[in-house]
């Protein structure tokens, strides 16, 4: 097979969460487990940090990769779902897996899933382990894709877990209360393995101190040791943003720059660093240049895209994965601040998300463009057109989410904001964001 006959094979023949939903969905490691057997077990032939949380654990994982990057390590990095290409979701150095590699693995080993009967999810970990593995990376940075405690991820030992913000998400599949997402995320604490939980939640945080107490695993709360606070809008001609972090309440970092402007991760940043410090004691060799050069050039290093991404200047046009009710109130919060005459949101989400809990936080004197992204799980414009004008928030739909950005760029002034979010997959088709 081909590149794109292996992909479409993939696409028809194994569950995918991100275009089908629930359906994609196959609860429980014994699928994976089953994979991974069959490979020889690659998860145990490198080391790893586990990621986990509602908002920020891409974030997260990224930054990660790029301190130890930085530091000279070799690093593995799985994270779901991808933007543009398949292959962003595995990367040794930021280098993305080889479209032939795929093509020669799946041919390999298509008669093991077809017995096995995988879902998407779990062919992908097995794939990224294997390839981990087979290029002997010193370490791999693995985002779980949703949840933790059942989630394909969740076969791997790995050196530091690292979960960050819980908020409401995917309540039909994770539960309906904090609690009960925490707990899922909490899956990934493993025996004797020290977790570091990013940000200070009352509502949760006996969660994660029992399970690290029932398996004896050392809890690191990251924002009772780093705080981290912008001290300054993004450089237009860089994007970078000026960072104070205080370590214990004293200067930390001083005069530090972050590759990912958005107000969220500030709330990310000490996550990062507390993991590096349980990295260090386990003998890694992260200076504070290493961890300097990741955190400014976390997007050179590793690829990342879509978190607060800046693709235009007058009218200034800005794209964010954002895509639940906590992580789109961060951006809108930040939206306002940005000085401007208009604003125009191009906006699509899907039909499983809390749309009238995201739709709420939206400003009602905008200019709407109401799109779909190109996948079965997208809710039809016209639907969200019409739950959004219940809630005085006007505009037109496009065909396409092309189409709306198009349409929004044409019709902003210089001094207009121009914003693309409401779904990763809405992000995930805007063509300048790839020419950034």
């Known amino acids: 097979m081909t590149y794109s006959e292996t ?30 057997e069959a490979l020889g077990n690659p998860e145990r032939r490198f080391r790893s940090v586990h990621v986990a949380g509602t908002n920020g654990k891409g974030s ?43 093509v020669e693995w799946v041919a390999k080993w298509r008669p093991l899933f077809e017995q096995v009967q995988p879902s998407f999810f779990e062919m992908c970990v097995a794939l990224a382990f294997a390839y981990f593995a087979e290029q002997r990376v010193d370490i791999a940075i693995i985002e779980v894709g949703l949840g933790g405690r059942l989630d394909s991820t969740n076969i791997i030992t790995p050196l530091v877990s690292l979960i960050t913000n819980i908020s409401f998400d995917h309540q039909a599949l994770l539960g309906n209360t904090l609690p009960e997402i925490a707990a899922e995320k909490a899956g990934i604490i493993k025996q004797g393995v020290p977790v570091v939980i990013s940000q200070t939640q009352p509502e949760v945080a006996a969660v994660f101190e029992r399970e690290a107490a029932a398996k004896l695993a050392h809890l690191v709360v990251a924002d009772q040791i780093y ?59 992260i200076t504070e240049a290493a961890v300097r050069t990741g955190l400014r050039q976390v997007t050179q290093l590793t690829g990342l895209r879509g978190r607060w991404s800046i693709i235009g200047q007058r009218p200034l046009v800005v794209c964010d994965t954002g895509h639940n009710p906590a992580g789109l109130r961060m951006v809108m919060a930040q939206l306002q601040r940005v000085p401007h005459r208009a604003l125009h949101l191009v906006i699509g989400t899907v039909n499983d998300k809390d749309v009238a809990g995201m739709l709420a936080l939206l400003p009602p004197e905008a200019t709407y463009y109401f799109c779909a992204a190109s996948i079965p799980r997208a809710l039809p414009a016209a639907e969200l057109r019409q739950q959004a004008a219940a809630l005085g928030l006007n505009g037109d739909t496009y065909g396409s989410v092309r189409e709306a950005v198009a349409a929004a760029r044409r019709a902003a002034q210089p001094d207009d904001v121009v914003f693309i979010g409401g779904s990763t997959f809405v992000v995930a088709e805007v063509e300048e964001l790839y020419a950034a």
């Open 60 to 102: 997260s994982s990224h930054l990660l990769a790029a301190v130890l990057q930085a530091a000279g390590y070799k690093v593995g990095l799985y994270t779901s779902p991808h933007l543009r290409e398949f292959t962003e979701r595995i990367r040794v150095n930021g280098q993305e897996l080889e479209p032939e590699y795929l």
């Open 227 to 285: 705080q981290a606070t912008f001290a300054g809008e993004p450089a237009p001609e860089t994007g970078l943003r000026p960072l104070h972090v205080t370590q214990h309440g004293r200067p930390y970092l001083p005069n530090a720059e972050l590759g990912l402007p958005g107000d969220y991760q500030q709330y990310n940043v000490p996550g990062v660093l507390a993991t590096l410090d349980e990295l260090r004691a386990l003998g890694f060799r």
């Open 7 to 36: 992909l479409n094979y993939l696409y028809e023949q194994l569950p995918m969460f991100q275009r089908v939903g629930a359906a994609g969905i196959k609860k429980g490691l014994g699928n994976t487990l089953v994979l991974a």
